[in-house]
């Protein structure tokens, strides 16, 4: 581990120890408290997590300005009633933690070209997600939500308009107050409260 700093082993370590159903929060802030829980864990036999109702899934790349928005939701949301998965622009991988899950709602959240001002959001059918451009990851989300559909009650995808998406880690003003906003609404579980995407009605 020599010349990787702490915050960055953490960060590593809080994926592999969610997907395992490690408590992350619990487990302390230090390399050798983390390694304690993992130790701990794995003597006890890693019982299964208790299912989450609601999982999220924020998707898109963190390097290209706002199509990063996905990841950025999903970094800022503190909720013990969410699964939160930063999938990046690989969101296939995460298919099993839904599976084994079996969750009530996937939410997706992506940057999505919907010809709105910037930071605008609205929720995408299977049928919109397929003709506008979303962010750069090769999986089509339309197929991705009709696969987890089958493990889950609902899936619904959020499609926010970014600004720019330029080589850049900066995410737009504008796309960061649409994600407190967003983060709200996850956290009331009203996601009635965003409007559906039409053409017409831009």
């Not at 999938?87 to 009530?104: S, Y």
């Not at 910037?118 to 991705?144: C, M, N, V, W």
Request: neutral net charge.
């Amino acid at each position: 581990m020599a010349g990787v700093s702490v915050s960055i082993f953490l960060g590593r370590l809080k994926l592999v120890l969610k997907l395992i159903g490690i408590q992350y929060e619990n487990c302390g802030k230090t390399k050798s408290s983390v390694g304690v829980c993992i130790a701990l864990a794995v003597l006890s036999g890693n019982p299964k997590p208790s299912a989450k109702k609601y999982i999220l899934l924020g998707i898109g790349n963190e390097l290209r300005g706002d199509d990063g928005i996905g990841p950025y939701v999903a970094d800022n949301l503190f909720d013990d009633d969410w699964l939160v998965l930063n999938c990046g622009t690989a969101p296939g991988n995460f298919t099993q933690v839904v599976k084994r899950h079996k969750p009530e709602l996937v939410v997706m959240v992506d940057a999505a070209e919907m010809g709105l001002q910037p930071g605008q959001y609205r929720r995408l059918s299977l049928e919109k997600a397929d003709t506008i451009y979303l962010s750069t990851h090769a999986l089509p989300l339309s197929y991705l939500a009709t696969y987890l559909n089958r493990f889950c009650a609902d899936v619904v995808i959020i499609g926010i308009q970014p600004k720019c998406i330029e080589m850049s880690q900066e995410l737009s003003v504008e796309l960061k107050e649409s994600a407190k906003e967003i983060i709200e609404i996850l956290r009331q579980k009203k996601l009635q409260m965003i409007p559906l995407f039409h053409d017409q009605f831009r």
